[in-house]
């Protein structure tokens, strides 16, 4: 029955409509051994995560946090704490939408994103309107421009240094993936270090690496994820953290994060020998890779808190669209053995645009010097 296949992480398919679309990533799905009986075990011995309430001291927030950790559920026999992005990205973005009105009524100044969208891939189309209408709704005007595929790099650039020296932009962001024919680096580093919310220049990125030094901005999707675990009290000094995939736009920044918050972090890769191993040390579990369930519940130590950045469309004739998304965990094996977890969808997707929306309202104070 195709219902309960598609409930098994070892059989998901990926969609040959979204493989058509996704021209720089080769389709990476794991066929998954048949479950070992040994991880029940590890259920049993599971210890408790999170010995206090959630805190909620970090990006703008509001006590909505503290029931977004109360509203946390547990099925039947998954008992993992639900750690809920879509509750509270509403929550920050409520909270993003205050300080924008406060922001105009003090000083008339409303913030500005401008978005460039190169090509017509559909899920890029998406993603460029799902930040237009977050932005309409917390009162951020967002500027758009759409390129056709095959422009050039030099007019890509020109757009972006109308938008450093237009001062009603505070935010610049080139949606990724870019055409192939084009030199991301060239086109990440145009955009000016004060206007870059993705946090990709890579001055930014050096910022963030070094001891002592802040970028201006930290990218949204691993700034998300550590928010979500600020906001559900898991505590990261001296933890250990594994962080699955080194990309530049998560994976290697969420391992700094980390670092910077004081956990012992190690870095699994696609060269990686034995991950299972070495994420199962991990009380914080990042997985960044792209490659549906790929986590599965024996990588898992008891209780630890996991963060499933993945984001992979899988064949379900059920659903209207013909697909579903699913992470790069196992969330049917991980739920039971992790203390929490992040949903896919519902967990970091939601957190990015969030995030997004901050990196444009710190902008904004920024560069107004408005408190
Ligand atoms: N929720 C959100 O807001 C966002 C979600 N995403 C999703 O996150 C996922 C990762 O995205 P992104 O970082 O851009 O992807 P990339 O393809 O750029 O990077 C993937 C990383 O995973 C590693 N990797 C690949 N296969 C394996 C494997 N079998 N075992 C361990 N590591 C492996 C690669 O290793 P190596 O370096 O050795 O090649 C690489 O470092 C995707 O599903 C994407 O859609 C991305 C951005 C935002
Ligand atoms: N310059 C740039 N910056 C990015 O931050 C960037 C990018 N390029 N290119 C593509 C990736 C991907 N990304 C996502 C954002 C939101 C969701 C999201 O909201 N997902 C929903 C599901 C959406 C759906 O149902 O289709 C969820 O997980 O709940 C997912 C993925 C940002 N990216």
Excluded at 31 to 40: G, I, T, V, W
Excluded at 172 to 200: C, T, W, Y
Excluded at 239 to 245: E, N, P, S, T
Aim: with cysteine.
């Amino acid at each position: 029955m195709a219902s309960s296949i598609l409930s098994d992480c070892s059989s998901a398919r990926l969609l040959p409509l979204r493989r058509a679309l996704l021209p720089q990533r080769a389709p990476r799905i794991r066929p998954c051994p048949a479950l070992a009986s040994p991880r029940r075990l590890l259920i049993a011995a599971r210890p408790q995560l999170f010995p206090r309430p959630p805190r909620m001291d970090s990006v703008p927030t509001a006590a909505a946090a503290a029931s977004s950790a109360e509203s946390a559920t547990a099925s039947a026999d998954a008992s993992a704490k639900v750690i809920d992005g879509k509750l509270v990205a509403k929550q920050v973005r409520e909270e993003i939408a205050v300080e924008v009105t406060k922001m105009k009524d003090a000083i008339g100044i409303v913030p500005g994103l401008a978005v460039i969208l190169v090509g017509s891939r559909k899920d890029s189309q998406t993603y460029v309107r799902n930040k237009k209408k977050a932005c309409e709704a917390v009162g951020i005007k967002s500027y758009e421009v759409n390129l056709p595929e095959d422009s050039s790099e030099e007019e890509v650039i020109k757009h972006i240094s109308g938008f450093n020296s237009d001062p009603s932009v505070h935010g610049i962001l080139v949606q990724l993936p870019l055409p192939r024919h084009m030199n991301d680096e060239n086109i990440l580093n145009a955009v000016s270090i004060e206007k870059d919310v993705d946090g990709f220049h890579p001055l930014n990125i050096g910022r963030l690496a070094m001891q002592g030094r802040d970028p201006f901005f930290v990218p949204c999707t691993p700034k998300g994820c550590m928010e979500l675990l600020h906001r559900y009290g898991v505590e990261i000094k001296g933890k250990r953290a594994v962080v699955i995939g080194r990309s530049n736009i998560v994976g290697m920044p969420a391992a700094l994060l980390l670092q910077k918050a004081n956990a012992t972090v190690s870095i699994v890769h696609s060269q990686t020998k034995n991950p299972e191993q070495i994420t199962r040390q991990a009380d914080i579990v990042i997985a960044a890779v792209g490659v549906a369930n790929l986590v599965r519940g024996n990588w898992i130590k008891p209780g630890a808190a996991i963060i499933d950045v993945g984001i992979n469309p899988v064949d379900d004739p059920e659903s209207p669209r013909g697909y579903r998304l699913v992470g790069d965990v196992c969330y049917e094996e991980a739920s039971k053995v992790a203390g929490a977890i992040t949903p896919v969808p519902g967990g970091v997707g939601p957190m990015t645009i969030a995030m997004l929306l901050s990196n444009t309202l710190e902008s904004a104070k920024r560069i107004h010097k408005f408190k």
